[in-house]
């Protein structure tokens, strides 16, 4: 599922990985997964689900994506809402 929802070129397989993943979230290596996803994910959709679920776990390891998605031009502006919202939750 971690190689799925990495490296697979179909929206639909990615968010199905994540969506099973995101069932073991106290899970070290599941929460890695998910900020390596963060870290190269182009679709909104999952970077968004990916966020809200980093979030929600308080993933401290995800402060240092999030902020360097806020700083790239090309990330979607409600990207960036969604992350100005969540990493005050986190810090």
């Known amino acids: 599922?971690?190689?799925r929802?990495?490296?697979?070129?179909n929206d639909?397989?990615?968010l199905t990985a994540f969506e099973a993943l995101s069932k073991f979230t106290t899970s070290e290596t599941v929460k890695t997964v998910f900020i390596e996803a963060l870290e190269k994910e182009k679709?909104?959709?999952i970077q968004v689900?990916?966020?809200q679920i980093l979030v929600a776990?308080?993933?401290k390891k995800a402060v240092g994506p999030m902020?360097?998605?806020l700083n790239q031009q090309d990330t979607q502006p409600f990207i960036?809402?969604?992350?100005?919202?969540?990493?005050p939750k986190i810090i």
């Open 67 to 69: 902020k360097r998605l």
């Open 5 to 9: 929802l990495l490296f697979d070129e």
């Open 80 to 87: 960036k809402e969604q992350i100005k919202t969540g990493l």
């Open 57 to 59: 776990i308080q993933e």
């Open 49 to 51: 689900a990916i966020i």
């Open 1 to 3: 599922l971690s190689n």
């Open 12 to 14: 639909n397989v990615r």
């Open 43 to 45: 679709n909104p959709s």
